[in-house]
């Protein structure tokens, strides 16, 4: 059901507002009119994350592969598929009212009036008979009643789909995001491993020294102090590495058993990503966030619900029909002088309720003036979220490029400090105070790519999802 469910299908989606409705917001409604119809540009349509050639920039098969199984498997997204249903199904409820309603009955009845009613005694009459009978009653929608119920009910079909967008964007989003910790930490212990594997030998070469008078204990301990404080962080990243595993498999709908090959055996490395987006984002990227769509649908929503209310204004029209037989034997049933019937058109028009129906208006009114606020809000708030996640990622890229720098400054650092120390023209300490920079500087880089690439992703989920084309440069 979910594979085939589509992720934005709002194409020339009609949100168009009552008038009546709009007369009777004070002052300024929106910042931004509400569009008369709701008509999206091919190139800022939506598309399943699997779909979406977004993420093939990131150039990593796995990551695809946890999207799909997400997609598939992940029970926030499949509660929100069967909201949509729920949704689906309320709606054709309200179309129902379009149809009358028909219903069947037959029964037998035996009577016995009492002989004693009036001053003359008599004996008490019985009769009992068959019957067998169709009715029906219909609400003919001379004045748009039903019509106005299907709107509203059609709006918030509309807004649970934009719902079930929104929910797509952001699985697809937290997936990605908890891959990229898992690989950050991942790639923290094999910088870990290497810088262990390397104070190893620089504490073997301080024990030699000692060994050989050239050295005292100090150094030792000092060379000892390092590796040591490296090896402490081993433990650490591995229980971050399987939480990692815990938490992805979580989004993805299944144990972490399942998948623990996939992400601990094949250890890939971050992707690089080093392309730098414009200052400018088309408006048109905005619009099509599943939140800036969801609570515009509400505001049709509730417009939609002010014509409703209003239409208890209005006489209602109403047809009641009934056709069936009685006979005292059911052999006679179908006799010709045993068919009964009655059609009963009615018109009733409710003419005082003590202000009801006003204080309901009024009630769909302010909750409609209420959305426009959340509408803005929600603009203002999308409009932040991409300015902030563009300027971490350029940030970010920016200080990469520097943290590459100092990592080669600072290995050249270690390398000095070494061949003094070994020459015996320098201490130790500055051997370990080079080392424990260059491990230091190296975390560092590596998680500047890895808070690049969130950036990326968090301006993928501020964008609503992927766009058309490749990364802009």
């Not at 004693?116 to 929608?141: C, H, N």
């Not at 100090?218 to 938490?247: C, D």
């Not at 129906?357 to 603009?379: G, H, M």
Request: hydrophobic share 40%.
């Amino acid at each position: 059901m979910i594979r085939n469910l589509p992720l934005f299908a709002f194409f020339s989606m009609v949100v168009s507002c009552f008038t009546a409705a709009a007369e009777t917001v004070p002052g300024g409604n929106l910042r931004e009119p509400m569009p008369v119809q709701w008509s999206m540009q091919p190139e800022v349509f939506q598309s399943l994350p699997t779909e979406d050639n977004w993420w093939q920039t990131l150039g990593d098969p796995v990551l695809l592969q946890l999207l799909d199984m997400a997609e598939s498997n992940n029970f926030n997204l499949l509660a929100t598929a069967k909201r949509i249903e729920a949704a689906r199904q309320s709606l054709n409820e309200v179309r129902a009212a379009y149809f009358p309603t028909v219903s069947a009955d037959a029964g037998w009845d035996r009577i016995q009036e009492s002989g004693r009613q009036t001053a003359v005694t008599t004996p008490a009459s019985k009769m009992s008979y068959f019957s067998l009978g169709l009715s029906a009653q219909w609400e003919i929608d001379l004045f748009g009643r039903v019509a106005a119920n299907a709107k509203a009910s059609r709006q918030a079909y509309n807004a649970t789909r934009a719902e079930y967008a929104g929910a797509m964007v952001s699985l697809a989003a937290n997936v990605a995001k908890a891959y990229i910790n898992l690989r950050l930490y991942q790639e923290q212990l094999q910088v870990a491993n290497a810088h262990i594997e390397q104070q190893q030998k620089v504490t073997k070469i301080t024990e030699a020294r000692f060994e050989a008078g050239l050295g005292n204990m100090l150094e030792v301990n000092q060379a000892r102090t390092v590796l040591y404080s490296t090896e402490a962080t081993i433990p650490g990243l591995e229980a971050m590495i399987q939480t990692s595993v815990n938490a992805i498999a979580l989004l993805v709908g299944c144990y972490p058993d399942e998948i623990s090959d996939l992400l601990v055996n094949n250890k890939s490395q971050l992707p690089e990503v080093t392309s730098v987006f414009g200052t400018g984002v088309p408006l048109d990227l905005l619009r099509r966030r599943p939140d800036i769509v969801q609570v515009e649908l509400n505001m049709a929503q509730l417009a939609a619900q002010i014509g409703v209310e209003k239409k208890d204004f209005l006489p209602v029209l109403s047809i009641t029909g009934a056709i069936g037989t009685t006979a005292h034997k059911a052999g006679d049933l179908f006799g010709s002088h045993s068919m009964t019937y009655s059609v009963a058109p009615q018109l009733s028009w409710t003419i005082f309720d003590g202000l009801a129906r006003n204080y309901r208006v009024a009630e769909v009114k302010a909750d409609f003036e209420a959305s426009i606020d959340s509408y803005n809000l929600t603009v203002m708030t999308a409009v932040q979220e991409v300015n902030n996640a563009t300027v971490n990622y350029t940030s970010t890229l920016e200080t990469i490029q520097l943290y590459k720098k100092v990592i080669e400054t600072s290995q050249e650092s270690l390398k000095l400090s070494m061949e003094r120390y070994k020459q015996g023209l320098s201490e130790f300490t500055n051997v370990a105070d080079a080392q424990i920079n260059y491990l230091t500087y190296q975390n560092s880089l590596v998680s500047s790519k890895a808070k690049a690439i969130t950036a990326l992703i968090t301006l993928y989920e501020a964008l609503g999802g992927g766009w058309s084309g490749s990364l802009p440069q």
